[in-house]
């Protein structure tokens, strides 16, 4: 990976990887019957959604997952196990909320009932995870090879504007009276 930051640059997912993320969350929470299935970055920034929870509170709720996911992840720094914690569970009285990591840049949240278990849970996002793990794979394949190209537009361009200005102020046509 390059010197940029994963937050200065979030994964962008094409049209067509797209489409693959939302059938993927669809058939996730047509098989555990969640009501809620997301896709977030670890900044807390929504991909996507499937669910029956209104855009902006879906976009609060990614932020929180995430902000407490990488709570987790300091929690496990802080006792000397780095990277150790990658999934996490939060467990209410009628509802619970799953977060599993997605590779080092997004993860996956379920929000589920007492319908489904949590081993159909796990089990069906570990599934999950595979064909996610591989879209932002190639997703950040093709972030790293534009930003390969910008830093090559950038070290040359500063060389070109000095050449086109040096050309230009050195034309006899050109005159400021």
């Known amino acids: 990976m390059t010197d940029v930051k994963l937050h200065d640059r979030p994964l962008v997912f094409n049209t067509e990887q797209t489409q ?3 059938r993927c969350l669809l058939h996730l929470a ?7 299935v997301m896709l977030s970055d670890v900044s807390g920034r929504l991909v996507l959604y499937r669910g029956r929870l ?6 609060g709720l990614a932020a929180l997952a995430a902000g407490s996911f990488a709570a987790g992840l300091e929690i496990g720094n802080f006792l000397g ?3 150790s914690f990658q999934q996490q569970l939060l467990e209410g009285p009628v509802a619970s909320l ?15 009932t007492h319908k489904t278990t949590l081993g159909m849970i796990r089990l069906f996002a570990q599934q999950a995870h595979q064909e996610l793990l591989t879209l932002a ?6 972030r790293e090879a534009t930003a390969h190209c910008e830093v090559q537009l950038e070290e040359g361009f500063d060389e070109a504007l000095k050449s ?3 050309d230009l102020f050195a034309n006899d046509e050109f005159s400021l009276g």
């Open 30 to 36: 047509d098989q555990t019957g969640a009501p809620l």
């Open 20 to 22: 693959q993320l939302d």
């Open 137 to 142: 794979s190639a997703a950040a394949l093709a």
């Open 54 to 59: 209104p855009s902006a509170q879906s976009v």
């Open 98 to 112: 799953y977060t599993l990591a997605v590779g080092p840049e997004l993860l996956l949240i379920l929000a589920f």
């Open 81 to 83: 196990l780095p990277k």
């Open 164 to 166: 086109q200005l040096d």
